[in-house]
Antibody, heavy 119, light 109 residues
């Protein structure tokens, strides 16, 4: 079964750091580009970051550029999101998602992990 | 940046009714790169439609998508109780950057 499982969400103070993980199973992880998408409480979906299968290409939404870093370890079938200089507006459920190779949409999503930034 | 505008924001309908949701893009989007998702409270988004009109695996045929250019629609032919949720459109043509619509909430009347 194809599965994504996020972890690492927590309550953190403004200015703090957190690293999210996403463990993949049931497919050849290194063959797929991956994405992080977040959803603030009561709000819509917001794309956060993208990474290619070979880790050479990374991209970020303007709202997180310079503060977040996406990475992956294909030997561990795991995707990461390092979040620094966290702000209250980063409070959200963070989903990892798999990108299809043809039409570029996200077909498989994890259940999400909750990040709360508050003092 | 392509902006997707969904309308209406909220719809109140009864089971059995037919509904059409709209997703309008600020500039032309290839049909290949327009997808629809369903999200229920506390759950991750679920892919319904990709390439504007292709149903994802396991999606009932009461769901259909259509459109081209800047105007796309998601139609549910006969609403079932489990269809009341929030629906999002996504354009993936600018991958690795993405834009979601703001969502349409379908609620029971």
């Amino acid at each position: 079964e194809v599965q994504l499982l996020e972890s690492g969400g927590d309550l953190v103070q403004p200015g703090g750091s957190l690293r999210l993980s996403c463990a993949a199973s049931g497919f050849t992880f290194s063959s797929y580009a991956m994405r992080w998408v977040r959803q603030a409480p009561g709000k819509g979906l917001e794309w956060v970051s993208s990474i290619s299968g070979d880790t050479e290409g990374t991209h970020y939404a303007d709202s997180v550029k310079g503060r977040f870093t996406i990475s992956r370890d294909n030997s561990k079938n795991t995707l990461y999101l390092q979040m620094n200089s966290l702000r209250a507006e980063d409070t959200a459920v963070y989903y990892c998602a798999r990108r299809t190779p043809d039409y570029y949409y996200m077909d498989v999503w994890g259940k999400g992990t909750t990040v709360t930034v508050s003092s | 940046e392509i902006v997707l505008t969904q309308s209406p924001g909220t719809l109140s309908l009864s089971p059995g009714e037919r509904v059409t949701l709209s997703c309008r893009a600020s500039q032309s989007v290839s049909s290949r790169y327009l997808a629809w998702y369903q999200q229920k409270p506390g759950q991750a988004p679920r892919l319904l439609i990709y390439a504007a009109s292709s149903r994802a695996t396991g999606i009932p045929d009461r769901f259909s998508g259509s459109g081209s250019g800047t105007d796309f629609t998601l139609t549910i032919s006969r609403l079932e109780p489990e269809d009341f949720a929030v629906y999002y459109c996504l354009q993936s043509g600018s991958s690795p950057l993405y834009t979601f619509g703001q969502g349409t909430k379908l609620e029971i009347k």
